[in-house]
């Protein structure tokens, strides 16, 4: 900077100071700073707001929308606040044991996958008569047991977190939907990703990531669906149909046939369960609770 003023003869000095002003006010603050900006964008200050109003989910998608600016702070801050506060363990598993570690996607991605059922759409392989919106939830239960149902055996070695089905009425139909998301830790290491670029399975042209936006592979397309999903899931065998993004997100739909008295969806010996919960800023639900609780306030993400 110096060196530059130097070069500039003096009767431009006024101009080069002006830009130098300029670059200094476009320059953003260092980590913390609220000396150019009022408090309200210093990150230390939101992160203790939000952290006394346990990470609303619709204060921060209220923040995000007011600026460019806040909208960072958000992606940077405020959803890793939420994701954290709402599931520490899986996090912390997704992001392999270092909770400050960062992974593909993004933490608003992740915090949409924890809160947000995308619907269901026909595809390629899973036809439904019409579309099932995508909604907010409540709460949801993320399970890395079920997500081993979701891997062939060649992937076992990955840790994929995935939800239980949203229930969805399907309108002519007897069986239900079950729209389920799901997560992948590592997933530019994972053995999945190697299979399908070594496989060099294509992406598929019309459906993208309902989190991220990311391309996404079919695993129906990919063969790499196990029996073991359609038992988890509570379906038939090809009666589902899910995609993994290039993130590292999963998002799919099954035909939920109803239970008889003898058998269980959830049966199968969980041994770790996360997930998102409502009330009283509980992070992770007991291994015995069904489902987390809710508190219904928030209506839209991202
Ligand atoms: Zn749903
Ligand atoms: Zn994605």
């Not at 026909?122 to 047991?145: A, E, I, L, M, W």
Request: with cysteine; net charge positive; glycine share 10%.
């Amino acid at each position: 900077m110096a060196y530059k003023r130097q070069t500039v003869p003096s009767r431009n000095s006024s101009c080069v100071a002006m830009s130098a002003s300029r670059r200094l006010k476009l320059n953003p603050p260092s980590p913390g700073s609220d000396s150019c900006e009022s408090g309200v964008v210093n990150e230390r200050v939101l992160a203790l707001v939000f952290e006394s109003i346990q990470w609303d989910i619709s204060t921060i998608c209220l923040t995000s929308s007011v600026n460019r600016k806040l909208r960072a702070i958000a992606k940077r801050v405020l959803w890793r606040g939420l994701c954290l506060h709402r599931a520490p363990r899986m996090v912390s598993a997704l992001a392999g044991g270092v909770p400050n570690g960062r992974f593909s996607g993004g933490w608003q991605a992740l915090a949409k996958v924890m809160f947000f059922c995308c619907g269901c759409e026909s595809t390629r392989h899973f036809k439904v008569s019409q579309p099932s919106p995508g909604h907010f939830v409540n709460g949801s239960r993320f399970s890395k047991t079920s997500g081993r149902s979701f891997l062939t055996k060649k992937c076992r070695g990955d840790l994929l977190y995935v939800s239980d089905p949203c229930e969805h009425p399907a309108g002519d139909k007897d069986d239900d939907l079950g729209i389920y998301r799901g997560v992948f830790s590592e997933f530019m290491r994972s053995r999945t990703r190697a299979y399908l670029i070594g496989r060099r399975v294509e992406l598929e042209e019309r459906v993208s990531c309902p989190y991220c936006g990311a391309r996404v592979w079919s695993m129906t397309t990919a063969r790499l669906v196990p029996k073991s999903a359609a038992r988890r899931l509570g379906s038939q065998d090809g009666g589902l149909d899910y995609f993994v993004c290039v993130n590292g997100h999963l998002h799919g739909s099954c035909w939920l046939v109803p239970l008889s008295s003898d058998e269980d969806r959830d049966s199968g010996g969980d041994d770790e369960e996360d997930g998102s919960d409502g009330d009283g800023g509980v992070g992770e639900i007991d291994k015995e609770a069904d489902r987390t609780v809710s508190n219904g306030s928030v209506e839209v993400i991202g």
